[in-house]
C-alpha cells in the first residue's frame, strides 16, 4: 500500500528521530501535528523502535499533565508499550493514569486508551505494584469492572492478577473473588466472562 511504502521510506531516513526534537514545544499546533505523525508511524515496527531509542517515552509522560495533548501521548504510549523495555519506563505513571480510570464518575466516561495503556503495563511487575499501592486503585478497578461490566477494566484486573504471588493477589483474591464469580455467572456478554 501506499502507506505501507511512505512508512518504510520515513523509517528509512529516520524521520521519527528528526520529530522527537519538536516534543515538547511551545507552539500547540505544530506539536499537535508532530504527535499525529508520530502515532501514525508508531504502527511501523521500524519507527517504533527509533522512537525508543531516541527517548520519546519520557518526554510523552511529561505531556500527560497537558489536557490538549494527553489522548495524543496516551496513544502514543500505548503504541511504545508494546516494547517490555518502555513498558518499564512508565512505572511513574500508572498512579496518575489508575486514577483517571477509578476518579471518572461514568464509567462511559472512561477513556479506553487510558485502560488499554494500563492492561499493556500491568504485565510489568513494578508497574503492577505501582498500580496496586496506588490509593482505592484495587477496589476502583473492581468496582469499574464488575458494576459496569467494563472488559477492559477487567482486563487489567486479570493482568494484575498474574502477580499472584506479590500482596496484591492474594487481596484480589481475598476481597473480590465472590465479586468477579459473581459477575462471570451473570455476565451479560461473552467477553466478559473470559476475562
Given at each position: 500500500?501506499?502507506?505501507?511504502?511512505?512508512?518504510?521510506?520515513?523509517?528509512?531516513?529516520r524521520?521519527?528521530?528528526?520529530?522527537?526534537?519538536?516534543?515538547?514545544?511551545?507552539?500547540?499546533?505544530?506539536?499537535?501535528?508532530?504527535?499525529?505523525l508520530?502515532?501514525?508511524?508508531?504502527?511501523?515496527?521500524?519507527?517504533?523502535?527509533?522512537?525508543?531509542?531516541?527517548?520519546?517515552?519520557?518526554?510523552?509522560?511529561?505531556?500527560?499533565?497537558?489536557?490538549?495533548?494527553?489522548?495524543?501521548?496516551v496513544?502514543?504510549?500505548?503504541?511504545?508499550?508494546?516494547?517490555?523495555d518502555?513498558?518499564?519506563k512508565?512505572?511513574?505513571?500508572?498512579?496518575?493514569?489508575?486514577g483517571?480510570?477509578i476518579?471518572?464518575?461514568?464509567?462511559?466516561?472512561?477513556?479506553?486508551?487510558?485502560?488499554a495503556l494500563?492492561?499493556?503495563?500491568?504485565?510489568?511487575?513494578?508497574?503492577?505494584?505501582?498500580?496496586?499501592?496506588?490509593?482505592?486503585?484495587?477496589?476502583?478497578?473492581?468496582?469499574?469492572?464488575?458494576?459496569?461490566?467494563h472488559t477492559?477494566?477487567?482486563?487489567?484486573l486479570?493482568?494484575?492478577?498474574r502477580?499472584?504471588?506479590?500482596?496484591?493477589?492474594?487481596?484480589?483474591?481475598?476481597?473480590?473473588?465472590?465479586?468477579?464469580?459473581?459477575?462471570?455467572?451473570?455476565?451479560?456478554?461473552?467477553d466478559?466472562?473470559?476475562?
Amino acid at each position: 500500500s501506499i502507506f505501507s511504502e511512505n512508512a518504510a521510506e520515513m523509517a528509512k531516513a529516520r524521520l521519527a528521530d528528526r520529530l522527537i526534537a519538536f516534543v515538547p514545544n511551545q507552539h500547540e499546533a505544530l506539536l499537535e501535528q508532530v504527535l499525529r505523525l508520530l502515532f501514525n508511524l508508531a504502527f511501523h515496527p521500524k519507527c517504533r523502535t527509533q522512537m525508543a531509542r531516541a527517548g520519546l517515552t519520557p518526554k510523552l509522560l511529561s505531556l500527560l499533565r497537558k489536557g490538549r495533548h494527553r489522548l495524543l501521548a496516551v496513544r502514543l504510549l500505548y503504541k511504545l508499550s508494546a516494547n517490555d523495555d518502555e513498558r518499564a519506563k512508565m512505572t511513574q505513571s500508572v498512579p496518575m493514569l489508575v486514577g483517571t480510570v477509578i476518579n471518572t464518575p461514568d464509567a462511559s466516561l472512561v477513556p479506553p486508551e487510558v485502560l488499554a495503556l494500563l492492561v499493556n503495563l500491568m504485565t510489568n511487575v513494578e508497574n503492577a505494584r505501582a498500580c496496586a499501592r496506588a490509593r482505592g486503585a484495587l477496589r476502583g478497578l473492581v468496582t469499574l469492572g464488575v458494576r459496569s461490566q467494563h472488559t477492559l477494566a477487567l482486563k487489567v484486573l486479570r493482568n494484575l492478577a498474574r502477580h499472584h504471588e506479590e500482596e496484591w493477589g492474594e487481596e484480589l483474591a481475598r476481597a473480590y473473588a465472590a465479586n468477579l464469580l459473581d459477575l462471570a455467572r451473570h455476565a451479560e456478554s461473552a467477553d466478559v466472562q473470559i476475562e
